[in-house]
């Protein structure tokens, strides 16, 4: 076969698959080039397939797509990408496709629609904003348009348009003081520094970013730049000032960050590299930007400034400075402003029990009604009338979340009054908030509180890339898990602060620790393993990484802190704990075999009620829904009632599982295991006629045991289809009938192979042989035309060589059920 036919063949080939795979092929104009910066960002994840987004501002609404047209119609017409519904009359005010203005380093989408005013139409102009903290599911923001009613500005800011970020550590350890650069990085806009040049009629500035590269919105920068100078009156007009390599360090008492290997210098022979260095001082009360420090730039190929800021002081020196500044029951952190308000919980009673079941009552910020242990008492334990420390509304900020003190209550020993520390923690919404009693000693309480009231920074438990692995279902919100190893434990948690236990005091905000198991079986030697900073990562083996950093000081490193990593590897049948394999480098290792890690695999229906994962490992019998009730009925917010029948639905719902009057929403067409998600969805298609299209729905199964069956719920509809969600316990593991997936692999070896002769063992070998060399051949033609592919079909062998989820549980028995098959085919 010659080249030129072997190209044809494998992009005739994608290009089939592709098409076969796809429903919604986005536009070209979402890969947007940028030629200067030899980079394309490619926005097509923020169209779907599913439905129009939805942008409600005052009394109006908008429906639109930004890579392809809308999929419900606009009036009843096709073409739009944007539609305006106002007074319940719907207007197309952007037609597709949109003309893409990428020039100046900007990215814009401009929309022309049908008759606006007095002979105008109506422009939507989509401004694109890169946000490294905006999820690839972020939301198209509206204007406030005024009288601006035929021009309309839409704002989109997304990580999607962000170069590949580099970034470094901000933190740093310096004789024993702990400091934290990281709150002044800005993940949406840089600082923008002006020099204020003599003989100069437009001013250069320097553009800068902290432990990360600048933003290139509007801004033509080298990519890696960490700080940069525009200078309006050069024919470039950037000059890179030097890239982000290094973390922050201590030179000559002063906090500094330099950045690197900028631009070639032309001035100075003995300085290759423009570089430029940060001097970073302690200031409680400054809030402005940096300075650029006269006399240095481009004469010395050094630029220097000097920042004055809270985030320069040490984490004791911020918390002295926030006591004095406390309001009542509520702090502000002094780095960023965010204040912590705990007044909703005064005025209540709270209660604490310890090991021996004596319970202690408390208030927070106030003291209590109850004079049981005397006035101003915030704590008190009633059985003995003993006073554990008196009430203020000190609310004191400190790292990863604010504190209590209430001091001064009744003497304990050696003259000493016993004082309480109750601790607040960052839980997410919806999850258990409680207090709970860790630690007595001989003078001191403490406690611990799970509250949304002082969630400042959450990480998304999730990896950003294509086939995104999400770790939320492992993230406890009642108990830690524990590793033991001799008189060792290890309590760790999933994105978020380890769950107050009774017992263990480890540093406030730490996702992991390390403790030792006295033979009395209480805590010692609390280590603290780091924090949650940032979301989880994939490796150069394409595992899911999440690590934890900024823990307790290194012991044979005093320069450094404790670090560790966790190493998700899919495994469908392991349900397990986290294995902890080693310690290098003041970083813990631990490995975790777990189905979380696996994403999604494609399941299969068995009549006449049952639905199987590909790997035939779990089986749910989805009949259970019918103990009750047969038809489970759903309304939604404007009266629409569905009727719901995941089994009996050729009977109920004119041969659909769903179905709302005579209208069935569609025949099963997918069944998928979502084992990051712990859900399963089934997805129904090819449903009654709607307008031009037919009626889908999705209903979407969470596992949850202490529901029963439960009951189906309206998420999401619109004129064509509907998307519910169905918590039970039907779905649970302890439902499923699960096969040891070696077991099935035997049983089906046995059964393919038994009756086949050597020979034809023979013929089988050498077929699978050649299989797996056509694969290999294919796979190295790829490598030798891949520039030369288009792009649809770069993309999709791409995914083929990437693909890895499930592979390794794909056993070999599988391959000769594939051949076995081929043979009979031929």
Same mark, same amino acid.
């Given at each position: 076969m010659s080249k030129l036919n072997g190209l044809l063949f494998l992009w005739s080939l994608s290009a089939f698959i592709t098409s076969a795979v796809l429903t919604v092929i986005p536009s070209k104009y979402c890969e947007v080039p940028e030629r200067k910066l030899s980079f394309i960002y490619n926005l097509t994840k923020l169209t779907s397939d599913k439905e129009d987004i939805i942008i409600k501002h005052d009394y109006e609404m908008i429906r639109m797509q930004l890579c392809s047209p809308l999929i419900k119609k606009c009036n009843n017409q096709d073409g739009y990408a944007i539609c305006l519904i106002k007074n319940n009359t719907e207007k197309g005010i952007g037609r597709f496709?949109?003309?893409?203005?990428?020039?100046?380093?900007?990215?814009?989408?401009?929309?022309?629609?049908?008759?606006?005013?007095?002979?105008?139409?109506?422009?939507?102009?989509?401004?694109?904003?890169?946000?490294?903290?905006?999820?690839?599911?972020?939301?198209?923001?509206?204007?406030?348009?005024?009288?601006?009613?035929?021009?309309?500005?839409?704002?989109?800011?997304?990580?999607?348009?962000?170069?590949?970020?580099?970034?470094?550590?901000?933190?740093?350890?310096?004789?024993?003081?702990?400091?934290?650069?990281?709150?002044?990085?800005?993940?949406?806009?840089?600082?923008?520094?002006?020099?204020?040049?003599?003989?100069?009629t437009k001013s250069p500035k320097i553009i800068l970013n902290v432990c990360q590269n600048i933003l290139h919105h509007g801004i033509m920068c080298p990519i890696k730049s960490g700080a940069c100078l525009d200078d309006p009156e050069k024919p470039n007009g950037y000059l890179s000032l030097g890239e982000v390599q290094k973390p922050p360090f201590f030179k000559d008492g002063t906090l500094q960050i330099e950045y690197q290997d900028g631009a070639l210098c032309t001035q100075n022979v003995t300085t290759p590299h423009v570089k430029t260095t940060i001097h970073f001082k302690c200031d409680l009360e400054a809030k402005g930007p940096p300075e650029y420090i006269l006399g240095s730039g481009i004469e010395d190929c050094h630029y220097q400034l000097i920042w004055y800021t809270p985030a320069a002081c040490d984490i004791e020196t911020l918390r002295d400075y926030s006591a004095k500044t406390a309001g009542k029951c509520n702090v502000k952190n002094p780095i960023t402003n965010f204040t912590y308000d705990l007044q909703t919980l005064m005025n209540?009673?709270?209660?604490?029990?310890?090991?021996?079941?004596?319970?202690?009552?408390?208030?927070?910020?106030?003291?209590?009604?109850?004079?049981?242990?005397?006035?101003?008492?915030?704590?008190?334990?009633?059985?003995?009338g003993t006073s554990l420390g008196q009430a203020n509304a000190n609310l004191i900020w400190q790292q990863n979340g604010p504190y209590?003190?209430?001091?001064?209550?009744?003497?304990?020993?050696?003259?000493?009054?016993?004082?309480?520390?109750?601790?607040f923690f960052c839980e997410p919404q919806g999850s258990l908030s409680r207090p709970l009693l860790i630690k007595e000693f001989t003078c001191q309480t403490i406690i611990h509180w799970n509250t949304d009231l002082v969630c400042e920074k959450k990480i998304k438990c999730a990896t950003n890339n294509d086939d995104e692995i999400n770790l939320t279902p492992l993230i406890q919100s009642t108990n830690n898990y524990i590793i033991k190893?001799?008189?060792?434990?290890?309590?760790?948690?999933?994105?978020?602060?380890?769950?107050?236990?009774?017992?263990?005091?480890?540093?406030? $905000?730490?996702?992991?620790?390390?403790?030792?198991?006295?033979?009395?079986? /209480? &805590?010692?030697?609390?280590? %603290? +393993? =780091?924090?949650?900073?940032?979301?989880?990562?994939?490796?150069?083996?394409?595992?899911?990484?999440?690590?934890?950093i900024n823990g307790s000081q290194c012991p044979e490193n005093p320069t450094k802190t404790i670090s560790s990593n966790f190493i998700f590897i899919c495994d469908n049948n392991n349900q397990g704990l986290p294995v902890y394999k080693h310690y290098v480098n003041c970083t813990y290792i631990f490995e975790w075999n777990t189905s979380i890690a696996c994403g999604a695999v494609m399941g299969g229906w068995t009549t006449p009620c049952t639905i199987k994962d590909s790997f035939l490992s779990y089986e749910y019998d989805l009949s259970l829904l019918d103990k009750t009730q047969?038809?489970?009925?759903?309304?939604?917010?404007?009266?629409?009632?569905?009727?719901?029948?995941?089994? $009996?639905?050729?009977?109920?719902?004119?041969?659909?599982?769903?179905?709302? /009057? &005579?209208?069935?929403?569609? %025949? +099963? =067409?997918?069944v998928i295991f979502d084992y990051s998600r712990n859900d399963v969805k089934l997805k129904y298609s090819n449903g009654s006629k709607c307008n031009n299209n037919s009626y889908t729905s999705e209903v979407r199964f969470i596992c949850n045991e202490s529901m029963g069956i439960g009951e189906p719920k309206l998420l999401l509809e619109s004129q064509c289809s509907a998307e519910f969600e169905w918590h039970t316990e039907v779905i649970c593991v302890k439902y499923a009938n699960s096969r040891n997936a070696?077991?099935?692999?035997?049983?089906?070896?046995?059964?393919?192979?038994?009756?086949?002769s050597p020979g034809l063992m023979l013929q089988l070998f050498a077929i699978a042989m050649m299989i797996v060399c056509a694969l290999g051949v294919l796979m190295i033609a790829l490598v030798y035309f891949g520039d030369l592919l288009p792009l649809e079909g770069r993309r999709f062998w791409s995914n083929l060589i990437n693909f890895r989820r499930g592979m390794g549980r794909v056993h070999y028995c599988r391959v000769w059920f594939f051949v076995f098959l081929t043979l009979e085919y031929l």
């Amino acid at each position: 076969m010659s080249k030129l036919n072997g190209l044809l063949f494998l992009w005739s080939l994608s290009a089939f698959i592709t098409s076969a795979v796809l429903t919604v092929i986005p536009s070209k104009y979402c890969e947007v080039p940028e030629r200067k910066l030899s980079f394309i960002y490619n926005l097509t994840k923020l169209t779907s397939d599913k439905e129009d987004i939805i942008i409600k501002h005052d009394y109006e609404m908008i429906r639109m797509q930004l890579c392809s047209p809308l999929i419900k119609k606009c009036n009843n017409q096709d073409g739009y990408a944007i539609c305006l519904i106002k007074n319940n009359t719907e207007k197309g005010i952007g037609r597709f496709p949109p003309k893409l203005d990428n020039e100046y380093g900007r990215t814009l989408f401009n929309f022309t629609g049908d008759d606006c005013l007095h002979g105008t139409n109506y422009t939507v102009t989509v401004i694109m904003h890169c946000d490294y903290d905006a999820e690839t599911n972020s939301y198209p923001e509206l204007f406030s348009h005024g009288d601006q009613q035929c021009n309309l500005y839409i704002i989109w800011k997304t990580a999607l348009l962000c170069v590949p970020r580099t970034q470094t550590n901000c933190t740093v350890v310096n004789a024993g003081h702990y400091y934290d650069l990281s709150l002044l990085t800005r993940p949406s806009e840089n600082y923008m520094i002006p020099l204020h040049i003599k003989n100069k009629t437009k001013s250069p500035k320097i553009i800068l970013n902290v432990c990360q590269n600048i933003l290139h919105h509007g801004i033509m920068c080298p990519i890696k730049s960490g700080a940069c100078l525009d200078d309006p009156e050069k024919p470039n007009g950037y000059l890179s000032l030097g890239e982000v390599q290094k973390p922050p360090f201590f030179k000559d008492g002063t906090l500094q960050i330099e950045y690197q290997d900028g631009a070639l210098c032309t001035q100075n022979v003995t300085t290759p590299h423009v570089k430029t260095t940060i001097h970073f001082k302690c200031d409680l009360e400054a809030k402005g930007p940096p300075e650029y420090i006269l006399g240095s730039g481009i004469e010395d190929c050094h630029y220097q400034l000097i920042w004055y800021t809270p985030a320069a002081c040490d984490i004791e020196t911020l918390r002295d400075y926030s006591a004095k500044t406390a309001g009542k029951c509520n702090v502000k952190n002094p780095i960023t402003n965010f204040t912590y308000d705990l007044q909703t919980l005064m005025n209540k009673d709270f209660t604490v029990t310890n090991v021996n079941g004596i319970k202690y009552k408390f208030r927070v910020c106030n003291a209590l009604m109850d004079n049981t242990c005397g006035n101003k008492t915030g704590i008190c334990n009633s059985k003995y009338g003993t006073s554990l420390g008196q009430a203020n509304a000190n609310l004191i900020w400190q790292q990863n979340g604010p504190y209590l003190n209430y001091t001064n209550g009744d003497l304990c020993e050696n003259g000493v009054s016993h004082y309480t520390l109750i601790r607040f923690f960052c839980e997410p919404q919806g999850s258990l908030s409680r207090p709970l009693l860790i630690k007595e000693f001989t003078c001191q309480t403490i406690i611990h509180w799970n509250t949304d009231l002082v969630c400042e920074k959450k990480i998304k438990c999730a990896t950003n890339n294509d086939d995104e692995i999400n770790l939320t279902p492992l993230i406890q919100s009642t108990n830690n898990y524990i590793i033991k190893a001799n008189d060792t434990e290890f309590h760790i948690n999933i994105c978020r602060p380890l769950v107050p236990t009774q017992g263990l005091l480890c540093a406030h $905000g730490s996702a992991a620790c390390k403790v030792s198991v006295t033979s009395k079986n /209480e &805590y010692m030697n609390e280590i %603290s +393993l =780091g924090f949650p900073e940032d979301s989880p990562t994939l490796n150069k083996d394409l595992q899911t990484v999440l690590r934890y950093i900024n823990g307790s000081q290194c012991p044979e490193n005093p320069t450094k802190t404790i670090s560790s990593n966790f190493i998700f590897i899919c495994d469908n049948n392991n349900q397990g704990l986290p294995v902890y394999k080693h310690y290098v480098n003041c970083t813990y290792i631990f490995e975790w075999n777990t189905s979380i890690a696996c994403g999604a695999v494609m399941g299969g229906w068995t009549t006449p009620c049952t639905i199987k994962d590909s790997f035939l490992s779990y089986e749910y019998d989805l009949s259970l829904l019918d103990k009750t009730q047969q038809i489970h009925h759903v309304k939604s917010r404007q009266g629409k009632e569905y009727a719901i029948s995941i089994c $009996g639905g050729e009977k109920y719902c004119n041969g659909s599982a769903i179905c709302h /009057e &005579y209208n069935g929403y569609g %025949s +099963l =067409g997918s069944v998928i295991f979502d084992y990051s998600r712990n859900d399963v969805k089934l997805k129904y298609s090819n449903g009654s006629k709607c307008n031009n299209n037919s009626y889908t729905s999705e209903v979407r199964f969470i596992c949850n045991e202490s529901m029963g069956i439960g009951e189906p719920k309206l998420l999401l509809e619109s004129q064509c289809s509907a998307e519910f969600e169905w918590h039970t316990e039907v779905i649970c593991v302890k439902y499923a009938n699960s096969r040891n997936a070696s077991h099935e692999n035997a049983l089906l070896c046995k059964k393919l192979l038994h009756p086949i002769s050597p020979g034809l063992m023979l013929q089988l070998f050498a077929i699978a042989m050649m299989i797996v060399c056509a694969l290999g051949v294919l796979m190295i033609a790829l490598v030798y035309f891949g520039d030369l592919l288009p792009l649809e079909g770069r993309r999709f062998w791409s995914n083929l060589i990437n693909f890895r989820r499930g592979m390794g549980r794909v056993h070999y028995c599988r391959v000769w059920f594939f051949v076995f098959l081929t043979l009979e085919y031929l």
